[in-house]
C-alpha cells in the first residue's frame, strides 16, 4: 500500500477518533457535570466515573488517536509540500496539546485531588465545588480543542 494511502487512512482514523473524544467531553460539559451538580452524593458518583472511564476501550481510543496524532505531526513535516499537510499538523497537534496536554496538566491532577478527599468534610465539601468549577472549565476546553483537532483533520483528508 503505498505511503499516501496509509497517511489518508491515519488522519481518517485520528479524524474519527478526536471526533469521538470531543463527544465524551461534551457530553461531560454540557450535561453529566451539571448532574452530579445537582444531586447529593455527586463527588462520589464522580470519584466513581474517574475508575470506571480507565479502561481498555477510551483508552485505545484517547491514547490511540494521541499516538495517531504524534505520528500524524511528524509524518506531516516531512510531506510540507502535500495538499492538507498543514491542516493534518494542525489538527495532530490541537489533537495533542488540547486534549492530552490539557488532561494530563489540569483534569488528572483535580481528579486525584477528589479522589483522596473525604467530600463529607466542609474541607471536602470545598474541593467538591472548586472541582466542579475548574474541572468543567478545563473540559470545555479540551471538548473544544479535540473537535478543532477533528476539523482540522477532516480539512487536511485528500
Not at 452524593?41 to 485505545?60: C, D, R
Not at 490539557?102 to 467530600?119: H, R
Not at 470545598?126 to 477532516?154: C, D, M, P, Q
Amino acid at each position: 500500500m503505498p505511503f499516501e494511502k496509509i497517511f489518508y487512512f491515519l488522519t481518517l482514523a485520528a479524524a474519527l477518533g478526536s471526533g469521538l473524544i470531543a463527544g465524551v467531553f461534551f457530553i461531560f460539559s454540557v450535561a453529566i457535570m451539571r448532574a452530579l451538580e445537582r444531586i447529593p452524593n455527586g463527588a462520589a458518583a464522580m470519584k466513581s466515573i474517574n475508575v470506571v472511564i480507565i479502561n481498555p476501550m477510551f483508552l485505545g481510543v484517547f491514547m490511540g488517536t494521541a499516538v495517531l496524532c504524534l505520528a500524524l505531526a511528524i509524518f506531516s513535516v516531512f510531506r510540507w509540500h502535500e495538499p492538507g499537510s498543514v491542516w493534518v499538523l494542525f489538527g495532530a497537534l490541537f489533537y495533542i496539546v488540547g486534549s492530552i496536554a490539557v488532561t494530563m496538566i489540569f483534569n488528572v491532577p483535580m481528579n486525584n485531588a477528589l479522589e483522596a478527599a473525604d467530600t463529607n468534610t466542609p474541607g471536602g465539601h470545598e474541593i467538591w465545588k472548586n472541582y466542579l468549577t475548574n474541572w468543567t472549565f478545563w473540559n470545555h476546553v479540551r471538548a473544544v480543542a479535540s473537535i478543532v483537532a477533528s476539523a482540522g483533520l477532516i480539512i487536511g483528508l485528500k
